[in-house]
Structures are given as structure tokens and as C-alpha cells.
């Protein structure tokens, strides 16, 4: 059965009324029995009752049949698929940003062990990161000695200490220097190597060194005691 759009539109053409390119695509399709759509039957419907002064009929208004579904393909197949397409690299970014994070954790934990670690064990241990020095051997005598590099020193002149010890690596020796009156010129607190062996500078001169004379240098730990003089002259 022919649409009955068909004699309209024909009509319309005659006339040169509306558009020529749709009212002959509208024609074609009605000729061809393929599907028009609401749109262009509208349209059509306007232009008659404007001027062709005709009123719609009930057979004039028709839904737009949709097209057959493809059982070979389901209607959500492909949606299915966009949703996996888009979902995956969410789902991989969210992946990499959480092993970023669980990376950091773990070095911030193995950075905490290590400060942990170096600050219980106290001076003798070294951070994984430096390469230790060989370990130097223990004098033999291990004795408590002290001794400067001269016997007699000037007002400015540089004063080398050193002396050797019994007590454990990292131990402290307090040193100190009385002039001629006993009073304490000098003093310091001096760390013992791995050797026994401890040493530091200081300088002759200032306050308590105004009186030429023999003054004494004093080395004492925990457990032992030690002295040794030398001359100054200001």
C-alpha cells in the first residue's frame, strides 16, 4: 500500500513549494516503502496545510519503526565493551598510584629502622650506605698515657695533645690544663679512637696564661687518671 505522504509531497514538487532536496528525498522513500521519519513527515504536514490548506490525517502521524535488532550482536555488547575500554586504564592508573604510595611507605619505614638503629647503637656503628674503614689494631701496651708535641711553649703557640687509652672505642677523656696556681685554663672532653689512641689542639694564651711557668696537662675517664707538664713562657 502506497503511503499516502506520497501525493502530498508530489504535489509539493509541482508547486516548487518547500525544499526540493528533502521533498525528493521524502519522495523517494515513500516510493521505496523505506522508513521517514517523524521529522520529514512533519515537515511535509506543515508545508500542505500552509498551502495546500489540507489538514493531517491519523495515517499522516505515524510512529518511526525501529530498526531490527542483530541477534549476532547483542544491543549491549558494545556498550559492555565501552565500559571495559574506559574502565581499564582507571583501574591501571589506580594500580600504579598505589604501588607509588606503597613504595614510599616502605622507604620511609627502612629510612626509620635505619635512624633506629644508628641511634641505639651509639658512635660504633655506620650508616649501611658509607664503607667502613678497616679497623685499626689496639696499641699492645695499652696504657693511660697524655704528652704534648714539645716540652716548652710561647704565648700563641699552637699546643698538640695526644695520649692513649684502655677504655672502650668511643669513651670520652676529659682534658685539661692547670698554669702555675692549679687553676683550670684549658678543658675538654676528647672521643678515644679505635686504636686506644685520642688527640686535639689548643692554643697558649688567654685568660690564666699571664704567669710564665710549668703547667700541667691532666687526661682522666671513668677509671683512670693521668698527667704530664710542660714549660709556657709569655
Known sequence: MADPILDEVQLLLDKEIGDKKILEQILRAAQ?????????RNYVRKLAEKHLGKQPTAEKIQIE???????????LQKPIQSFHTLSEPKNSKSSSKN?????G?????LIAIIIIATSLSGPSELSPAIKPEPKPKVTASGSFSIKTDQTSFSKGDIISITGSS???FGQQVILSIE?????VVWSDEINVKRDGQFSTLTFAGGEGWEKSGTFTI?????????????SFRN
Request: glycine fraction near 2%; aromatic fraction near 4%; avoid cysteine.
Open 218 to 230: 691532666i687526661a682522666e675517664s671513668t677509671s683512670e687518671k693521668t698527667t704530664n707538664t710542660f
Open 105 to 109: 611507605v616502605v622507604a620511609v619505614a
Open 179 to 183: 698554669n702555675t696556681d692549679g687553676e
Open 32 to 40: 521505496n516503502d523505506e522508513v521517514i521519519s517523524n521529522f520529514e
Open 99 to 103: 604501588n607509588k604510595i606503597l613504595v
Open 65 to 75: 519503526p525501529q530498526p531490527a535488532l542483530s541477534t549476532s550482536q547483542p544491543l
Open 166 to 168: 684502655k677504655i672502650a
